[in-house]
């Protein structure tokens, strides 16, 4: 009988062997015209997605050489917005102080994507909204059906289902690879990560040290 950890990462496997690939293909590229052309990029998750999006928005400013946001990185200004304003607009009113535009993209973390009818999500629908209103191009990493997310956005990365009973576990873990994965391509990546960048640099000096180096970091 397999463990649940076996369980667990076999169904990981299986995840990752049937998401699509090409869309993900596609989003590097969509992002990288987009920063290209001097747009910004903002990340948009709720809960463990929001988490995901702060840590998002580092990597794609440091290594892709973005500028990047996620409006719940600022707890200050996310509360006074629910508070005076509404959950429902707490993103899209956000995206309207950062004056999004047609140069700008909006890269969307959720394991649902969103669903006005069933009330779940709604600042996320509301933002997309906004987000096509302006123009700005529209990524997604979601799980389920993709939701509103994957009916409007531009290119969207659906994290298949293999067990009903773990949807939210694997989409927010495949979505973590995701991500690593884009700012890892070769069509966003502007800087080497510090670990590689180290092996690399004493790769290519080859005295003593830089052996010591190679050692040290393995």
């Known amino acids: 009988m397999n463990s649940f950890s076996q369980t667990f990462l076999q169904e990981t496997k299986d995840v990752l062997g049937k998401i699509d690939v090409q869309s993900i293909e596609r989003m590097a590229v969509g992002l990288a015209g987009a920063r290209n052309s001097g747009g910004r990029l903002f990340i948009l998750g709720v809960g463990g997605s929001a988490g995901h999006a702060s840590h998002a928005v ?3 400013r440091k290594l892709c050489a973005f500028e ?3 409006p719940t990185d600022n707890a200050s200004e996310l509360t006074a917005r629910i508070n005076d304003e509404g959950w429902d607009t707490c993103f899209a009113n956000w995206l309207i102080g950062s004056r999004i535009n047609q140069n700008d993209a909006v890269l ?3 394991v649902g994507g969103g669903n006005r009818e069933k009330n ?3 600042n996320l629908v509301r933002a997309l909204e906004l987000a096509q209103e302006r123009r700005a191009k529209i990524f997604g990493i979601v799980g389920r059906d993709g ?3 994957k ?3 531009d290119v969207c990365t659906v994290v298949p289902v293999v067990n009903p009973d773990r949807i939210t576990p694997h989409t927010e873990g495949i979505c973590a690879i995701v991500w690593h994965l884009l700012v890892s391509h070769p069509a966003l990546q502007a ?3 510090k670990w590689e960048s180290l092996v690399n640099l004493a790769n290519q ?3 003593p040290q830089s052996h010591e180096i190679v050692e040290a970091v393995k």
């Open 58 to 60: 580092n990597d794609f």
């Open 68 to 70: 990047a946001y996620a």
């Open 108 to 110: 969307v973390f959720s």
């Open 120 to 122: 779940v999500s709604v």
């Open 147 to 149: 939701g509103f997310t």
């Open 151 to 153: 009916q409007i956005a």
């Open 191 to 193: 800087s080497a990560t």
């Open 205 to 207: 000096l080859e005295t």
